[in-house]
């Protein structure tokens, strides 16, 4: 039965991608070498980040003086390497709370530097705070900012779960960064964008490991260490596949439009009820419940069924959870509604 | 043309691995989705972690008290994760220097604590030393321990290019890491065996961020943040050959096999000389150069039209490294070697 992915990340990519990808693995560009057994440096994988590092500054037409490095694991690890970037530990940041994100984003750079928390209504922020961390997405919760605060200092964000999705106004921010598993890739690659006029020029007091440090990854062109060559290489049949497909833009009306479809249904439906406030509600990621545990149950069973899979909540939030990233088919939006429909319909 | 890969990593893995790991990419045990699109903490997923630990376990009776983790990108992020995982700034650590990746492991520890250097002939240790780092194999020199070094303290190894292809005497060891990308599977993903006994109970004065703490990955099963999930089912397959192939004693056996075959060549050949000290010669990584520039250039223009990859020497040593890790077939190296002699035979 063809399955309909809603899972959060590692999310679905096009069949295409994948396929793609596969064929990569096993004879890349008909060399007769798989593209993950050839060094991070041969020519061919040089074309490869090159041309990846080429489509993310076209299709979000990035400022020309940022960087863009990548970079191995998620960006979990970017919550403690970004302040050890950016400040010193007797600097303070401030953050945004928003959601589950933000609180890790708080627990990792306040064992760094000082934190000063605020929330998106209050936005306090004091004078001394070199930047301030927002989750453009909060995935578990299913919130987004839909215009980016206007503050007096610049903004880095976690935008692993909208990157690409979504215009940047660049000239807010001095730091980007997105693991590749929900929008982009398969797991195991950060793509950080980055003002550099935001790095200080000299070292921090307790500088970070010259392996966590931009800088050297700035120089190198990413090709410092041994680089996941793989995950790369799904980003770049992804952002091919995104600029093939009406780009940044076109991924935003769909996501748009995607999010319409389910919110529309949630709403409409008896059996449900949306989890997050609808001004905040995310494009990304619907959350909603069951109005019952019994429903909640049986509407798990009945979707399985139907090959929905994925929409279970997270663990600490429960109900369900659609994640509709750019690979996810507005198709497959529209075969969940009607799961929803024919389930409150047998039901009655 | 069929390539013979002799590429230092990421490197050459059996064809059947890159058709299972392409297989599972698009359609995974037709379950109708890919092993990219699903949550690492999904059943599917959790069975390939669980096998995939379970198979280093079994393939090197690995103690059971130790633990052995899945980490993000390479080895080179340990060479800073592991003294601050292990010790504290005012601590003092030794490394033996061999070449070119202990240069590389006393740079990133120096950084965080006092590095006491010392040569493998002296092996001269100071008395407040918490352990001694050792490159089991250099792979850029071609130099390897074929004995570990019998010291009063424990080793912590970087194993990245010998790792399944030679047996550890875990005794002596309280940290061992290595990257997947040379002989167990592509590049994104490192795995880390750790003895929890020489993890310091108490924080460290400065504690490394969580993300980096082996005991936020030993409390998670490796689960904390998103692995890099095709990397490790990659490792999974990986895994599964080498025991379907004999395991690490066959390994071991086949490794000492191939690099007989080409040591015998370099040395039997007058067109070339090995690199490496007769005694420390890596059955990993063969070194060697060719007699002259002429040669040199000559040499490797006939390898490759006659379909051998990945040959060429590290740029600040020049010459040729064929690589032969735990993929590499032994009629690969029987090639090479039927090479080397056809193009001193009509060189003549």
Redesign the interface.
């Known amino acids: 039965?063809?399955?309909h992915?809603f899972?959060?990340?590692?999310?679905?990519?096009p069949p295409s991608v994948?396929?793609a990808?596969?064929?990569g693995?096993?004879n890349y560009h008909d060399?007769?070498?798989?593209i993950?057994?050839?060094?991070?440096r041969?020519p061919a994988f040089l074309e490869v980040i090159e041309e990846a590092t080429r489509l993310v500054r076209e299709l979000y037409q990035v400022p020309s003086h940022w960087e863009i490095l990548w970079l191995?694991?998620?960006a979990?690890?970017q919550?403690?390497?970004a302040p050890?970037n950016l400040v010193n530990p007797d600097d303070t940041i401030a953050i945004v709370n928003t959601g589950y994100w933000s609180e890790k984003a708080y627990?990792?750079a306040s064992?760094?530097c000082h934190v000063h928390r605020t929330d998106p209504k209050r936005l306090d922020i004091p004078e001394e705070a070199k930047y301030l961390h927002v989750v453009s997405n909060e995935t578990i919760d299913g919130i987004q900012w839909h215009t980016f605060p206007d503050v007096k200092i610049p903004l880095v964000a976690d935008m692993t779960s909208d990157f690409l999705s979504r215009p940047i106004p660049f000239e807010k921010f001095a730091l980007i960064f997105a693991?590749a598993?929900k929008n982009f890739g398969?797991?195991?690659?950060t793509c950080v964008l980055v003002n550099p006029t935001y790095i200080p020029d000299s070292p921090n007091k307790?500088?970070a490991?010259?392996?966590?440090q931009y800088k050297t990854h700035m120089a190198e062109q990413s090709l410092?260490?041994?680089?996941?060559?793989?995950?790369v290489y799904?980003s770049l049949l992804m952002l091919r596949w995104i600029k093939a497909h009406g780009g940044v833009e076109n991924m935003y009306a769909l996501a748009k439009q995607k999010a319409a479809m389910i919110y529309q249904e949630i709403d409409a439906n008896p059996n449900f009820t949306g989890l997050a406030p609808i001004e905040k509600r995310s494009i990304a990621n619907a959350c909603f419940y069951g109005n019952s545990p019994e429903i909640e149950t049986q509407f798990l069973t009945f979707a399985e069924k139907r090959?929905i899979?994925?929409i279970k909540g997270f663990p600490t939030i429960g109900g369900f959870r659609a994640s509709m990233y750019t690979g996810m088919p507005i198709e497959s939006v529209q075969y969940l509604v009607e799961t929803m429909q024919q389930f409150t319909a047998q039901a009655l």
């Open positions: 039965m063809q399955q992915n899972s959060p990340g590692p999310a679905i990519l994948f396929q990808l596969a064929a693995i096993v060399s007769g070498l798989s993950a057994e050839i060094s991070h041969s191995p694991g998620g979990s690890s919550l403690s390497t050890m627990d990792a064992a760094y693991s598993q398969i797991s195991g690659i307790i500088p490991p010259k392996i966590f410092y260490h041994t680089l996941p060559t793989v995950p799904s090959g899979y994925g």
